[in-house]
Nanobody, 124 residues
């Protein structure tokens, strides 16, 4: 059973960078996704990484700015966020699913384990 703990959120100016971490046990067996919940909106998938081949996928608005990666030795998945924009503001969650990524990787219903979230605020 994966227990996920996110960290790395904070306040950053537009154009700045943050790196989020999602720590857990034996995460190499899980597909991991990052979700963002903006104020007043539903939780939405923004990036994911597969369990076996580490293939990655991104939602359109973050493609080219965010990078997801896995450090299996540290049982941690990272989300490097560059060129942050005010619309990136929200609560960021990591989620895990045992095995491979589902076809609908952006769906909250496809994941069994969730962290508590970390707040990212992009503002000048």
């Amino acid at each position: 059973q994966a227990r996920l703990v996110e960290s790395g959120g904070g306040l950053v100016q537009p154009g700045g960078s943050l790196r989020l971490s999602c720590a857990g046990s034996e995460l190499q067996h899980y597909a991991i996704a990052w979700f963002r919940q903006a104020p007043g909106q539903e939780r939405a998938g923004i990036s994911c990484i597969n369990n076996i081949d580490d293939n990655t996928y991104y939602e359109g608005s973050v493609k080219g700015r965010f990078t997801i990666s896995r450090d299996s030795t540290k049982n941690t998945v990272f989300l490097q966020m560059n060129n942050l924009k005010p619309e990136d503001t929200g609560l960021y969650y990591c989620a895990a699913r045992f095995g491979a990524l589902p076809y609908l990787w952006e769906s909250v219903n496809e994941y069994d384990y969730w962290g508590q979230g970390t707040q990212v605020t992009v503002s000048s």
